[in-house]
């Protein structure tokens, strides 16, 4: 599944051909909606709405240039991601394709996390890819802007 915005759908696309499957296409996983920020490149923000990201970046819930929380981004798509799991057979496996602010909010809320702890999961690298599997007590963040595939840790917990 998918984002409907270009740069995910394309790269759904490109992988759904490798592999034989099908995208479902699905607006919540759309990247968070910063309002007057759109478009702007980090200068600009800086020098227009200073103090905005300036609280932003201290980890106050803020909608930046009047768009989305974070939280929200969150409300959107995590139960997408969580109805599709609980459609997977055993071992089954769910790729999802959207934007790096919409995975880092959406992996914080599947492990549980407070939401001003969600920026210590890091960005995510364009065409790079974070890991989660079922741990003994639920979700767990087995790799995180990953480049190569994830190889077994010795002691796992499984």
């Given at each position: 599944?998918?984002?409907d915005?270009?740069?995910a ?20 996983l ?8 759109q478009?702007?490149?980090?200068e600009?923000?800086?020098g ?14 803020v ?25 997977l057979?055993?071992d ?14 959406t ?8 939401a001003e702890h ?26 995180h ?14």
């Amino acid at each position: 599944m998918a984002s409907d915005l270009k740069r995910a759908a394309a790269t759904a696309t490109e992988l759904a051909a490798l592999t034989g499957h099908t995208v479902d296409h699905d607006s919540a996983l759309r990247e968070t909606y910063a309002g007057e920020w759109q478009g702007l490149t980090h200068e600009e923000i800086v020098g227009r709405y200073g103090e905005q990201y300036a609280a932003w970046k201290r980890g106050e819930p803020v909608r930046r240039g009047g768009g989305e929380l974070e939280t929200e981004v969150a409300d959107r798509a995590a139960p997408v991601v969580l109805r599709h799991a609980d459609k997977l057979p055993v071992d089954g496996t769910l790729v999802v394709v959207s934007h790096g602010g919409t995975i880092r909010t959406t992996i914080g809320r599947l492990l549980g996390l407070e939401a001003e702890h969600w920026e210590s999961l890091g960005g995510l690298s364009n065409c790079c890819w974070s890991v989660l599997g079922e741990g003994a007590r639920g979700w767990r963040l087995m790799e995180h802007n990953a480049g190569t595939l994830p190889e077994p840790v010795l002691g796992d917990d499984d």
